[in-house]
């Protein structure tokens, strides 16, 4: 796999060097948020506990773009919640005298697009999104993604190195993903999914292998919208008395209606997670990777808020 992704780094590098200078431009953008927050925490074990903090965050986004099939795109961000430390341990951050070293690289990724077909790749430090609300990966990652459209389908293949561990032994955590959507009409539109994770980073007992399988479908009509998925999952994690299989599914359904004279939206969302009923499986619906299931909801009691 190295030498296959050596390969194609050399490739890009030379679509790059090839690309006319005249065309060549940039632009920068991004977001600054100040937040202030007041709660309490509970957990069963232990009574409420107030915590209170101003959050800041600035994200910077800088894209060179050389021509219309190569672009380079960095994305940095800044995190300094006031009186706080900078991630990095090194000067104040947000405390008094600041001068923190808290500069964070989020994504760092070359866009690549093949003359004359539908081919696109993208190489680098990427955001990782599955087409189910999140439930399975939504994380940034080193990655490669390859996506075409075949015969009015648009496919796309993604390969992302999780972990390398140690380069001389096989000790990797990997991830691969396959997407398939088509969109019939203007009022429907469906999808399949495939997501597989190969954890060897325990190097013997303990190593697993998960996957994930999923279809989806979205039918608007007028202003109502009805949409949901189903995925099944199952997986095999070694043990010192052997090999120990699971399987679980997960599923949800959301009709919504937006209403007139610009009233805005009303909807309800089912969400369905299966449970291990037997302490002598591991039967359980398992997270792939990320923490923030169905955050486009925007119902920050109950899910994560849009930011």
């Given at each position: 796999?190295k030498?296959?992704?050596g ?8 679509v790059?060097?090839?690309s ?15 937040t202030g ?7 069963k ?20 773009t050389l ?5 380079f ?8 919640p ?6 990095g341990?090194?000067g104040g951050?947000?405390?008094l005298g ?8 989020k994504?760092a990724f070359?866009?690549v697009k093949?003359?004359e077909?539908t ?11 599955d ?8 994380e ?5 993604s390859?996506a075409a459209?075949?015969?009015g ?22 991830f691969?993903a396959l997407h398939?959507?088509?969109?019939f009409?203007?009022?429907l539109?469906?999808?399949a ?15 697993s ?6 279809l989806?479908g979205?039918y ?16 095999t994690?070694?043990t010192?008395?052997?090999?120990v299989?699971?399987?679980a ?13 610009g ?11 299966s449970p291990?009923?037997?302490?002598k499986d591991?039967?359980a ?9 169905f955050p486009?909801e925007?119902?920050m ?7």
């Open positions: 796999m030498r296959i992704a390969i194609i780094s050399v490739a890009t590098l030379a790059g060097l090839a006319p200078a005249m065309a060549q431009s940039f632009s920068f953008g991004g977001y600054y948020r100040l927050v007041t709660q309490n925490i509970k957990s074990s232990t009574d409420p506990v107030g915590e209170s903090l101003i959050d800041q965050r600035i994200r910077m986004k800088f894209t060179d021509n219309d099939y190569v672009k795109v960095y994305y940095a961000e800044v995190d300094t006031w009186g706080m430390k900078s991630k341990s090194i951050g947000g405390e600041a001068d923190g070293v808290n500069v964070e690289t994504n070359l866009d093949i003359p077909t081919v696109k790749a993208r190489l680098g430090l990427q955001g990782i999104d087409l189910f609300e999140y439930v399975v990966i939504s940034d990652a080193a990655a490669a390859v459209s075949i015969a389908v648009d496919a796309e293949v993604i390969y992302s190195k999780f972990s390398e561990g140690v380069t001389s032994a096989w000790d990797d955590k990997d691969y398939l959507t088509k969109k009409n203007d009022h539109k469906t999808g999914a495939v997501y597989y994770i190969d954890d060897n980073s325990a190097n013997g007992v303990g190593d292998e998960t996957f994930w399988y999923g989806l979205d608007k009509v007028s202003d109502f919208d009805l949409n949901g998925f189903v995925i099944a999952q199952n997986g994690k070694e010192a008395a052997g090999d299989d699971s399987q599914l997960a599923a949800s359904v959301r009709g919504a209606l937006v209403l007139p004279n009233l805005g939206q009303v909807g309800l969302r089912g969400i369905y997670f291990d009923s037997d302490a591991d039967n619906w398992k997270s792939g990777v990320g923490e923030w299931e486009r925007n119902m009691i109950f899910l994560p808020d849009r930011w």
